[in-house]
């Protein structure tokens, strides 16, 4: 064999493999998609089709009563408005709080540090579930708002990982300019506000980004803290117990139909800012 | 930093560094630690949630009803004359009802499991069967997912690693499984699980000839943890592929040539040369997922509801549905401390820099 057919080979297989892979990855969004366009009677079908079809006529039809449902449905868009609302507060508050402890972290000389980078990194593990009853306690004894407490709660988990990215981003700034700054008679506080923040600007963006996602998808501590108050459940706790005003069984149809447009806005980011997304997550979890 | 007898920069400085990071650890105070201690002294008192009852300190009767075990033998049924009997179609020996063999005094076992060792049958008695057997479910659910993640995460990886055209474009699509909201995902798969052939998957096998196209995905014991390994797969290998992808942009490229000159072929070079340089990574990563599969909760809680635990959907259904506070915060403790044994193995990989050196 040549090496020119054996590369043609490998490339072949490589290209295999890649549409296994895409196929893969995106089937069941085709599945989800195919099915959002069905109606009951169509989704009923036995055995199901690969595309939305008349029952009778088997024609390709398209239903779209779904997306009109789960447009007119107000659960629905009020959980919309609900995850809007607690995902960018969380996002704005964790960057702002998460920057601070990163600056400190990455670039300020104190004692303790070895410990409270220990403290931040063991943070990013805290697992929810082990202190969901005491904070649900606290939640009741204060009587605090379930929008409030999604809030607050969801920084347990994005306020560390914020605090440890955006550390190994100041930590990278170099040290040079924090000094030549604090010679030019700028207090410290002004380098970090004025010098550093500024510079750590595309870090802000991964690490929102990231914090951003993860309190949209965030289903343990919304599901409980919302369990008796409705109207303020987000997206996930309504899809996962779709309240249909017209169907009496599962509305699988509504319920694809809802879940691909809460996936969308996620998507989107996705297929923008990938690089960024890539970027934090391993260096959220593998630099230390 | 200046050296230069400036001491009262650094002073400032460190008070400017306290200041910075009083907000996160205050924050982190009030909503992980203190409500950690409050679940720890709860997991100690027969609390019951929303209730006017008075609380009392019960030490650790929490704890033995979650975790009290006992193994005992089952006889075989014997027939009139003292023989065992068989079944005479199976071959197989007839136990007596593993209840009867189990304690019931003065707190009642149940049947977890049975098993069979040298010929003789034995049973695994729980107090609490549903934590035993959330526990032994999460834990296989955790072994199984993160061994398939890596594997199938190193295969992925090493593809949207290689050069071809539309490579950006591959790399966004393994971020979407990873990126959207579980409680889509669960109710994606949930619906191509249908156990008739309105569902993907038993269509797709009753064309192909395997079962009878009502293969109950869901509901059926056998196929319960099965069906959850194969979503969260689908859900978290573009994770562990990225976080592979890692540590192969750091290997440089060069070795390869080296390696391509001495004439070793991609697998040879794959097993000794790849995978040797990234035993680090994959090192972290595989602690990262376990950690990250052992406390799962909305892939089983969104699918299997009741019908199956996880340690998190167990400790989650005793708080909310049975308002036993005190029982659901000792299971809390148990998950802690499980996962605090794996958050220090990791750290351990990890390690801190502390300076800027």
Redesign the interface.
Known sequence: MTTKTKQRI?RIL??V??IF??I???F??Y??IN?SFKSEGM??????TFVPRDPVTRDISFFLRNYQAVFTNQAFLRAIVNSVIVATSVTLLSLA??S??G?????????G??A????????T??????????????I?NLGIPPIASMI??Y??FT??FT?WVLTAFF?ELP?EI??SA??DGA???QT?YMIMLPLTAPAMVTTGLLAF?GA??E??FA??FT?IAPDART???I??NFPSQFSMQIP?GE??AA?IV??IP??A???IF?RR??AG??AG??K? | ??KEGSSD??K???R???W??A???L??LV??I??????FY?SFTNSV??STAPTEFVGLQNYRGLLSMTIRQVPPRLDESGQPIVDPATGAVQYESAVTVLPREPVRFRPVTQFSLFGTQFVLGATDPNFIRAVWDTIVFAVATVFLELVLGM??AL?VN?N?KGR?L????????W???????????A??LQP?????FN?VF??LGLGN?EIPFLSDPAWQLPSMIMIDV?KTT??MA??L???LQLIPADIYEAADVDGAG?VRSFFQLTLPLLKG?IA??LV?RT?DAL?V??LF??VLGQARYS??SF??YQ??QNRA?GY??AS??I??VV?SVF?VA??RS???????H
């Open positions: 490998n490589l290209w493999l890649i892979m895409a893969w990855m995106l069941p969004f599945w989800a099915s989704l009923a079908m036995t055995p199901t709080v998460g601070f402890a600056f400190a972290l990455g670039k300020l000389r104190y004692r540090k070895t409270t980078l220990y403290v931040i990194l063991a943070m593990m805290f697992p929810a579930i082990a202190v969901l009853t005491g904070l649900y306690a606290i009741t607050i709660t920084m347990l306020l560390p605090a930590r040290t924090f000094q604090q010679v207090s410290p506080f970090f996602i949209w998808n289903y343990l599901l409980t369990s997206l996930p706790v899809i996962a699988f319920i694809m879940g809460s996936s996620l998507i980011l996705v297929f990938q997304i890539v997550l391993t979890a593998v230390g | 930093m200046a920069l650094a400032r400085e460190q400017l560094a306290y910075l990071l907000p996160t650890f924050i982190l909503i992980a203190y409500p950690l201690f409050s679940v709860n949630f929303a295969i992925v593809i290689a071809f950006g591959m790399r966004a699509i393994i971020l979407i499984p990126a959207i909201p579980t409680a889509v995902s669960s109710q994606m798969w619906y191509m008739n052939r309105t569902g993907f269509t009753w064309y196209g689908w573009p994770f990225l976080l992808l890692a540590g991609p990574t972290v990563a990262f950690l406390r909760f909305d809680q969104i340690m998190a400790t989650y708080l909310i506070m659901s915060s809390s403790v998950i802690f996962l958050a990791y750290m990890l390690g801190v820099k502390s300076d800027d």
